[in-house]
């Protein structure tokens, strides 16, 4: 098959957040982010002024995020927000972008 190149897209990943809880244990929970793919030099850009500016170049969208009372949180500008205010969040964000970019499920 041919390698198509193309101009925009996104992709769909599972992110993995690891939380702390109680007995110095982490709990896992996933979800789907829906990534934009964006060339290096804009990758580097983004890179280069900071977390918050990454994550919002590339994320999307989502699918499996819900609230406390098990109802889907809708993808909005303010539920990114408040989403990416998590440093739990946003490393599992970063770490599954970059996992994205690498390869790193597809050596496992």
Not at 16 to 27: A, L, M, S, T
Not at 67 to 76: H, I, L, N, W
Not at 81 to 96: G, H, N, S
């Amino acid at each position: 098959m041919a390698f198509v190149l193309k101009k925009t897209a996104s992709y769909k990943w599972e992110v993995k957040v690891e939380i702390p809880v109680d007995g110095n244990r982490f709990e896992s929970q996933t979800f789907e982010a829906v990534f934009k793919k964006i060339s290096r030099s804009a990758f580097n850009a983004l890179v280069d002024k900071g977390d918050d500016a990454l994550v919002d170049g590339i994320l999307e969208g989502w699918d499996g995020i819900n609230d406390e009372a098990g109802k889907p949180v809708v993808f909005t500008e303010q539920n990114k927000k408040e989403l990416c205010d998590d440093p739990y969040v946003m490393k599992a964000l970063i770490q599954a972008y970059a996992d994205s970019v690498t390869g790193a499920l597809a050596k496992n």
